[in-house]
C-alpha cells in the first residue's frame, strides 16, 4: 500500500485455505505453506524472547512473498504473522485487506476452522462410521486461529502508527465497492471494518460498547439475516432459561 502498487496473482478459495485445513489444496504445497509458516513464526517467537528487533526478518519475508509469488497460496503466512504479532508488526498484513476476494475467503476460512457444536458432532460421527475415530488432523495448530482479516482491519485503526494506512484502505474500497444493491455484500464488509463513525452504547458505568454503522442497502442484508435468526435466538433463550431454572432447582 505503501508504494501504491498493484500486482494480479491467481486465486481462489482453495488456494486460501492452504496450509491451513486439509483437502482443500493439493498436500504436498499446502505441506509446504504450513512448515513455512510454522517455522517463521518461531523464529519470531525466539527473536522476540531474546529481545531481537523482528521487523527486518519479517518484513524481508512479507517482499519477497509478494514479489515472486504468482498466486495467493503465500499470502495466509502474511495474514498469521501479522496477526498473531499485531503488537510487535502493527500493520504488517492490511495489503491483504485491499483485495475483497481475499476478505470474504478470510470469513469462511475462520469458520472452517472455528466450527461449531453441531459440526463437530457431525464429523466424529462421521469418523466413527468410517472406523477411524481418531483420525488425528494433518495441521492440528490451526485450531488456534481464532482471528480473521476483517477484525485485523478494526484493530489497527486504534493503532496511531496504522490508523492513517486503514483510513486510506478503506476509502479505496469504498471507491470500488459503493453502497448499492449489486455490491451491497462486498460494501457492508468495509462498513463493519470502519469505525470512523461508531455506534456508542454504554453497557454499565465501566463498559462501552462501540459498533461500526451500517446503512444503506448493506444495511438491508444485515436486517434480513437478523429477521431469518430471530427464531433461532428465541429457541436458544428458552433452553438457556430452563437450564438455569433447573439448576437453581431445589427439591
Not at 67 to 94: H, W
Not at 154 to 163: E, I, L, Y
Amino acid at each position: 500500500m505503501e508504494k501504491n502498487e498493484e500486482k494480479k496473482l491467481f486465486a481462489n478459495r482453495d488456494m486460501w485455505f492452504s496450509g491451513v485445513d486439509e483437502y482443500q489444496f493439493p498436500a504436498l504445497p499446502s505441506d509446504i505453506v504450513y512448515l513455512l509458516r510454522t517455522e517463521i513464526i518461531r523464529i519470531i517467537n525466539s527473536g522476540i524472547h531474546h529481545n531481537i528487533d523482528i521487523s527486518e526478518f519479517a518484513n524481508s519475508i512479507k517482499t519477497t512473498i509478494l514479489q515472486r509469488t504468482n498466486n495467493i497460496s503465500m499470502l495466509p503466512i502474511i495474514e498469521d504473522v501479522g496477526c498473531q504479532f499485531e503488537k510487535d508488526l502493527p500493520g504488517y498484513a492490511l495489503d491483504l485487506a485491499t483485495c475483497m476476494d481475499i476478505i470474504l475467503w478470510d470469513i469462511q476460512r475462520f469458520s472452517r476452522l472455528n466450527p461449531n457444536a453441531v459440526r463437530e458432532k457431525l464429523e466424529k460421527q462421521i469418523l466413527q462410521i468410517m472406523g477411524i475415530p481418531n483420525l488425528k488432523q494433518r495441521y492440528p495448530e490451526n485450531n488456534s486461529i481464532n482471528y480473521f482479516l476483517r477484525d485485523y482491519v478494526c484493530k489497527m485503526q486504534f493503532v496511531v502508527g496504522t490508523q492513517q494506512t486503514c483510513h486510506q484502505l478503506l476509502d479505496y474500497l469504498y471507491g470500488l465497492y459503493p453502497n448499492t444493491e449489486e455490491h451491497a455484500q462486498s460494501h457492508l464488509q468495509i462498513q463493519h471494518m470502519d469505525f470512523r463513525n461508531p455506534n456508542i452504547e454504554q453497557i454499565d458505568e465501566t463498559t462501552v460498547a462501540i459498533t461500526p454503522s451500517v446503512s444503506g442497502f448493506a444495511k438491508e442484508i444485515v436486517d434480513t439475516r437478523s429477521a431469518i435468526l430471530t427464531p433461532e435466538k428465541e429457541i436458544q433463550k428458552v433452553i438457556s432459561n430452563f437450564v438455569a431454572n433447573f439448576l437453581h432447582f431445589t427439591p
